[in-house]
C-alpha cells in the first residue's frame, strides 16, 4: 500500500534525509587508498549514532553493517570487511538512517584516488540518469515516467540497466510502495500524488547488464566483471513538483 506522508511525518523525513546527507559529506574525505571498507562502517555507524540516528541496515533482515560498500563490479549490499580500498577503485556508499522512527536512504559512488576514464564516465553517466529520473516528479505523473526517463538516458549512454533491483517507497520503513525500476513505458504504474517519498537509484553497469548473487547471499555482482555504479536520493512530491530531502552537500 502507498501511503501519503503528514507533515509531520514529513518533516521528520527531512530530519532523517539531511543525517543521511551530512554522514556522506563526513564519510567523503575518509575514502582514500588504504583504507578498508570495514573501518569506513565503523565511522559511519558511530558518526549516525553520535547524531542521533539510528543505522537501518544493520540487523535488517540479518544484515550484519551500517553500510553497504560496494567496490568495482560489486552493484549493491557489499558488506564492508578488511579489504583496503586501491588507487583506481571506485565504491558506493549507501546508507540508511532513522530517525525518530522514520527512514532517509541514498547511495553515492565514490573515486579513490585517480580512476580510469571508463569509470569516470559511468559514474558521470548514472549520476545523471538520477536526475533524469528526478526531473519526471511531480503530481499527476507516473512511476513508469520515471523507469522509461532513466532507462532511456542510461540506454543512449551504452550503459548496463541492472533490472533486478529497484528503488522503491520509504517511510516509517526502509523500502514501501511503490517499486520504482530503472525500466519501464511512459504513463504507466502508480501516479504520483503530493506527500509520496520515493527513492530513485540507477544501478547502471560499464558492461552486460546482468548480475550474480554471491554466496553470502547479499552481494551483487556484474556478471562479466564491469564496474557498475549507484546513484540513489530520498525524493518527496510536492504540490507542483518535488524535493529531494537526501541533498548533495559536498558538491
Same mark, same amino acid.
Given at each position: 500500500?502507498?501511503? !501519503?506522508?503528514?507533515?509531520?511525518?514529513?518533516?521528520?523525513?527531512? *530530519?532523517?534525509?539531511?543525517?543521511?546527507?551530512?554522514?556522506? =559529506?563526513?564519510? *567523503?574525505? %575518509? !575514502?582514500?587508498?588504504?583504507?578498508?571498507? =570495514?573501518?569506513?562502517?565503523?565511522?559511519?555507524?558511530?558518526?549516525?549514532?553520535?547524531?542521533?540516528?539510528?543505522?537501518?541496515?544493520?540487523?535488517?533482515?540479518?544484515?550484519?553493517? &551500517?553500510?553497504?560498500?560496494?567496490?568495482?563490479?560489486?552493484?549493491?549490499?557489499?558488506?564492508?570487511?578488511?579489504?583496503?580500498?586501491?588507487?583506481?577503485?571506485?565504491?558506493? !556508499?549507501?546508507?540508511?538512517?532513522? /530517525?525518530?522512527?522514520?527512514?532517509?536512504? &541514498?547511495?553515492?559512488?565514490?573515486?579513490?584516488?585517480?580512476?580510469?576514464?571508463? *569509470?569516470?564516465? #559511468?559514474?558521470?553517466?548514472?549520476?545523471?540518469?538520477?536526475?533524469?529520473?528526478?526531473?519526471?516528479? *511531480?503530481?499527476? =505523473?507516473?512511476?513508469?515516467?520515471?523507469?522509461?526517463?532513466?532507462?532511456? /538516458? &542510461?540506454?543512449?549512454?551504452?550503459?548496463?540497466?541492472?533490472?533486478?533491483?529497484?528503488?522503491?517507497?520509504?517511510?516509517?520503513?526502509?523500502?514501501?510502495?511503490?517499486?520504482?525500476?530503472? %525500466?519501464?513505458?511512459?504513463?504507466?504504474?502508480?501516479? #504520483?500524488?503530493?506527500?509520496?517519498?520515493?527513492?530513485?537509484?540507477?544501478?547502471?553497469?560499464?558492461?552486460?547488464?546482468?548480475?550474480?548473487? #554471491?554466496?553470502?547471499?547479499?552481494?551483487?555482482?556484474?556478471?562479466?566483471?564491469?564496474? +557498475? +555504479?549507484?546513484?540513489?536520493?530520498?525524493?518527496?512530491?510536492?504540490?507542483?513538483?518535488?524535493?529531494?530531502?537526501?541533498?548533495?552537500?559536498?558538491?
Amino acid at each position: 500500500m502507498i501511503t !501519503i506522508k503528514s507533515q509531520r511525518e514529513i518533516d521528520l523525513m527531512k *530530519k532523517a534525509g539531511m543525517l543521511v546527507s551530512l554522514m556522506h =559529506k563526513y564519510i *567523503k574525505p %575518509f !575514502i582514500k587508498e588504504g583504507i578498508t571498507t =570495514k573501518e569506513l562502517d565503523r565511522l559511519c555507524e558511530d558518526f549516525i549514532i553520535d547524531n542521533g540516528g539510528v543505522p537501518t541496515c544493520k540487523g535488517y533482515e540479518g544484515y550484519p553493517a &551500517a553500510l553497504c560498500t560496494s567496490v568495482n563490479d560489486r552493484v549493491v549490499h557489499g558488506i564492508p570487511d578488511n579489504t583496503k580500498l586501491k588507487n583506481g577503485d571506485i565504491i558506493t !556508499i549507501d546508507v540508511v538512517i532513522g /530517525y525518530n522512527g522514520y527512514q532517509g536512504d &541514498a547511495a553515492w559512488t565514490y573515486a579513490v584516488g585517480d580512476i580510469d576514464d571508463d *569509470k569516470k564516465y #559511468l559514474m558521470e553517466h548514472t549520476e545523471k540518469a538520477l536526475y533524469v529520473g528526478v526531473e519526471q516528479v *511531480k503530481p499527476g =505523473k507516473r512511476i513508469g515516467d520515471i523507469s522509461a526517463a532513466v532507462q532511456k /538516458y &542510461a540506454e543512449d549512454h551504452n550503459l548496463g540497466v541492472v533490472r533486478e533491483l529497484c528503488g522503491h517507497g520509504i517511510g516509517q520503513e526502509m523500502h514501501e510502495d511503490p517499486e520504482v525500476p530503472n %525500466f519501464g513505458i511512459p504513463n504507466t504504474g502508480a501516479r #504520483l500524488k503530493p506527500g509520496m517519498v520515493i527513492c530513485i537509484e540507477p544501478m547502471l553497469t560499464f558492461g552486460d547488464r546482468h548480475v550474480n548473487l #554471491l554466496d553470502d547471499e547479499w552481494t551483487v555482482v556484474t556478471r562479466d566483471g564491469s564496474p +557498475a +555504479a549507484h546513484y540513489e536520493h530520498t525524493i518527496l512530491v510536492t504540490d507542483d513538483g518535488y524535493e529531494i530531502l537526501t541533498p548533495r552537500l559536498d558538491d
